[in-house]
């Protein structure tokens, strides 16, 4: 199985920070990665695809880069509604795995 | 506008069995493959299953392979997940997921809770 390391675990952040998230895939996945919001009570919710590209009606302050085995995920202007743990997925091979998430709070 | 409901989730003793259903709408339910993804109380998100369009193939995770099988009723846009031998490590939030063109699960149901205890 392709194993997804996250980091941090945690972040604390304030309004306005930049703030970045790493995702480390145990072999080439090539981009074959998505990034996922889930707010505290809520369904997980598709952001990025592909490593790099937006879903529609995704706020432009997200974004994500990489390729092969290291990503990154950015929000560049912290908002207080991004308060969530947010998830990577690779789904070049089967099982589809998940990264263990990344919960941001605000500071 | 796409909505996924799943219902069908409770309380189970160790060893028995329930059924979970998903019912889609708002979308063209046999052009798409379905997913279940679990998540164990506080826990990450763990991709459980994967349907295709027509119902075959299927896919499962090594943890419920051969305990679990999904199956879709196309006519009446509904997923299913039926669970057998229901384990303690079984207790979850279940989801399905509409499979995007892209490869990710969007959009999400709300979930549905199983809880495995005597």
């Known amino acids: 199985d392709i194993q997804m390391t996250q980091s941090p675990s945690s972040l604390s952040a304030s309004v306005g920070d930049r703030v970045t998230i790493t995702c480390q895939a145990s072999?080439?996945?090539?981009?074959?990665l998505n990034w996922y919001q889930q707010i505290p009570g809520r369904a997980p919710k598709l952001l990025i695809y592909d490593a790099s590209n937006l879903e529609t009606g995704v706020p432009s302050r997200f974004s994500g880069r990489g390729s092969g085995t290291d990503f990154t995920f950015t929000i560049s202007s912290l908002q207080p509604e991004d308060i969530a743990t947010y998830y990577c997925q690779q789904y070049d091979n089967l099982p589809y795995t998940f990264g263990q998430g990344t919960k941001l709070q605000i500071k | 506008e796409v909505q996924l409901v799943e219902s069908g989730g409770g309380l189970v003793q160790p060893g028995g069995s329930l059924r979970l259903s998903c019912a889609a709408s708002?979308?063209?339910?046999?052009?798409?493959?379905m997913t279940w993804v679990r998540q164990a109380p506080g826990k990450g998100l763990e991709w459980v299953s994967t349907?295709?369009?027509?119902?075959?193939?299927?896919v499962y995770a090594d943890s419920v392979k051969g305990r679990f099988t999904i199956s879709r009723d196309n006519s009446k846009n509904t997923l299913y997940l039926q669970m057998n031998s229901l384990r303690a490590e079984d207790t979850a939030i279940y989801y399905c997921?509409?499979?995007?063109?892209?490869?990710?699960?969007?959009?999400w149901g709300q979930g549905t809770l199983v809880t495995v205890s005597s």
């Open positions: 349907i295709s369009g027509s119902g075959d193939p299927t």
């Open positions: 072999q080439d996945i090539s981009n074959f």
């Open positions: 997921a509409k499979d995007a063109v892209s490869g990710g699960f969007d959009p």
């Open positions: 708002g979308f063209s339910f046999s052009s798409y493959a």
